[in-house]
């Protein structure tokens, strides 16, 4: 029987306290950072049961259970907490905001310490090696040596892959969902129009505006056309059609007329009360760069790999199809990884992974188990 | 052997003059209304070899030819001239600019005679049905009783399906290409993302700015969004892949680091140039209220069709995907209707109209030859 998990907590530490400060993958140094993190079930006495889940663009720490005072639980709710696929009865499950981000991790809103003053574009660009770095420094600090598996979904399986390439040794198991090796010139389009609308939103400012108004029309355009990505066809059809706001008639004004228009429009302007522009620059850039074969094979690249694999994907995903995954799931086998592969049907697109939980469930139980024995 | 048409150029004629003002679609009247267009090959004795293009959201009555002076031709130059699919030397090519276009025909951007300045906002919103009636005007006005033919891709095939509906007497046959009947809820989600980079636009200013800065921003937006919904996934990739702009290395800042990123940009900048930004607004609308079906079914709507129809889609045209054509092509063959359809491979995606000639020569000139014998 599955429950939920209750009130959980934010924490944070903060390492690459100067003059350890992180050496980035541009060759800047940054430090300190400190990162948001929230753990839920029992880290067990050989600290061999801890899971990291990563999260995707517009994600945080908080994976599941309840903040005070709060009705809307975590992202990942439906797949985190007692009997739950990531079951905190077993399992401690350890979820931290990236580096970049806007959720309690440094970001670039930030205070920079040395002018007092937020980040902004002094911010040093990010990757998604630099997030995986930084969240090792929270694994070392836990006193955790081997992950049991990390799970992501979107950026949450670059950054699962990444921690199977980077550190081979501390990961015993990776959960790669809805996500690809390296951005495709589609992938990376559709945020570069995010992009341009929040930097020619005047209020942008150059990225100095945390005592002003945020870019807010900016960041809506940006949100409004991923959210059409996150959806498929037929699940926008499902949920909208052609149903008018005003059921009698059409406008025949510039005013809004359909349901698909008001709703993206309000979840386009709600966004900047829950996230920075500025991190939704950088984020998607860290997106957009990462290439997990880079000058190298994805062959060569998966060499020393040592994790197992549980790949998934889901039918209707037209952001991150599976087709996309081939060339990784061979390159892994040709290196004799232990891989699974699954594409789930579904008709809610990219966003299946947030909301398939039972098709899901079952897989990731299952492979959990085995790697347990 | 096909050949090239030449120097041609746009003619213009006035209808609806009032009192004898258009009622639109929406009650509202509106005349005099200029209809820019353009001919190719002679009219025959008994006008019955006249063919009408109707082109799509960014196109104009120049579909081939050359204008004088310029060095690209019209935007169906493969497929318009002597020995082409709509072969000059048999047929006569008619060719206007929709109601509410830039390129001619009366717009937001024509004078009002009743304030003696730009419509802007005050032109009326306008449909496809409206679009398809004033080409009717022209269509008496050259003496033509019946169209050999009516044809277009996108937009364009909505229009030759409101024609066989609207005017079954007056269409031999519709050339219907990546189209769809009614805007799905994806297809208007894309638009309005457009239409809110517009109007956002600072410079938009209530569609008040033909003596001043246009929102450039604005359209650049929408058009880059336009892009990306024009092209494939992999003609993205082949095209650009993840080619960098400077090759030895990604900037590690926001400028631009993709080939793909600068191309949409400079396409974006460049559009406003060649096109009115309230046009966007008007034609998208037109797009997103076309619903064939409206209360009826599809069914009873081609009750009284008389045409004979060629339905052709592009396997990698996501925009237009060939499954939304399905009901469509039942609903036309449930009313007896002699309907040919073909899905043709290609990779360029819903740009495939535009691009594929040889497939779709072949499949036109065999239909324009059967329909007149």
Known sequence: MTKNLGIVETQQITC???????TLKSGLKLGPITIAYETYGTLNSDKSNAILICHALSGDAHAA???????KPGWWDNMIGPGKAFDTNKYFIISSNVLGGCKGT???SSINPETKKPYGLSFPVVTIKDMVVVQKALIDRLGIKKLHAVAGGSMGGMQALKWSVLYPDSVNSAIVI???????AQQIAFHEVGRQAIMTDPNWNNGDYYDKKPPSTGIGLARMVGHITYMSDESMDKKFGR???????????????FQVESYLKYRGESFVQRFDPNSYLYISKALDYFNLSEEKSLDVVFQNVKANFLVITF???????????????????INDADVSSCEIKSSYGHDSFLIEADGQSDLITNFLKKESK
């Open 16 to 22: 690459f306290e100067r003059p350890n400060s992180l």
């Open 65 to 71: 259970g309840l903040h005070k005072g709060d009705k």
């Open 106 to 108: 440094t970001g670039p």
């Open 178 to 184: 809805a996500t690809n090796t390296g951005h495709t």
């Open 243 to 257: 149903q008018l706001i005003d059921k009698e008639r059409v406008g025949f004004d510039f005013s809004q007329d």
């Open 315 to 333: 039918t209707s995903d037209w952001l991150y199809p599976t087709h996309q995954l081939k060339s990784m799931i061979k390159a892994l086998k």
